[in-house]
């Protein structure tokens, strides 16, 4: 069965420094693997996400993200936080097989302070 | 085009009586998934369905819970007899048809049982 960590339910950053989110998987097959941000109250915006090909995948946002398959790995990157990147960050999973269901992580709050 | 719409956003019910959610997929896609997110959790699939068929219903209660994709109009949630377990947010995603990859949320309905 697929399944999704992440590392670290709170992660806080200053404005203007690094930041990293960490996601491991699990899955039987390869899968596609997502960032969603969710707002206070609000529904969840896909940040990035990986099927296939190259396994640095650029978002939204300034974000990126890379696909090591051999560390089942899929963490959430980001040179220079600003304060709007305050928010909680989720990782999650799917086969691909089509119409299948999102795994989702317990999800990171990001806080970032000034 | 119009993203993923749910309503109501907030619905508050007392134990015992019936709350039924709404999501309008976006234009053009024919795949709804239904989502919970209890509080400290990520989203666990509940159901997802095609027009008038349910697909995959493995992640929605055995009792009280029923979901519906009509021919016309929205998908709909329902729950019979609300109990107090069954406040959280509840989360509409589409897809397009034949995609395998990106689900779109929308923004959640808030169901409070007091």
């Known amino acids: 069965a697929q399944s999704v960590t992440q590392l670290g339910s709170h992660v806080s950053v200053s404005e203007g420094a690094l930041v990293l989110l960490r996601c491991n998987y699990s899955?039987?097959?390869?899968?596609?693997l997502f960032w969603y941000v969710q707002y206070p109250n609000q529904g969840l915006q896909l940040l990035l996400k990986y099927t296939t090909g190259a396994t640095l995948v650029k978002g939204i946002n300034g974000f990126e993200a890379e696909f090591k398959k051999s560390e089942t790995s899929f963490h959430l990157t980001k040179p220079s936080a600003h304060m709007s990147d305050a928010a909680e960050y989720f990782c999650?999973?799917?086969?691909?097989?089509?119409?299948?269901?999102?795994?989702f992580g317990k999800g990171t709050t990001l806080s970032v302070s000034s | 085009n119009a993203g993923v719409m749910q309503n109501p956003r907030h619905l508050v019910r007392r134990r015992g009586q019936e709350a039924r959610l709404r999501c309008s997929p976006m234009?053009?896609?024919?795949?709804v998934y239904w989502y919970r997110q209890l509080p400290e959790e990520g989203l666990k699939f509940m159901v997802y369905?095609?027009?008038?068929?349910?697909?995959?219903e493995s992640g929605m209660p055995k009792e009280r819970f029923s979901a519906e994709f009509p021919k016309e109009g929205p998908s709909i949630l329902r729950i019979q007899q609300v109990v107090r377990g069954d406040s959280a947010a509840y989360f509409c995603a589409s897809s397009p048809f034949g995609s395998t990859d990106t689900q779109y949320f929308g923004p959640g309905t808030r169901l409070t049982v007091l």
């Open positions: 234009k053009g896609h024919s795949h």
């Open positions: 369905l095609q027009k008038e068929n349910i697909i995959d």
């Open positions: 999650a999973v799917s086969d691909r097989s089509a119409g299948t269901a999102l795994i």
């Open positions: 899955s039987s097959v390869p899968p596609y």
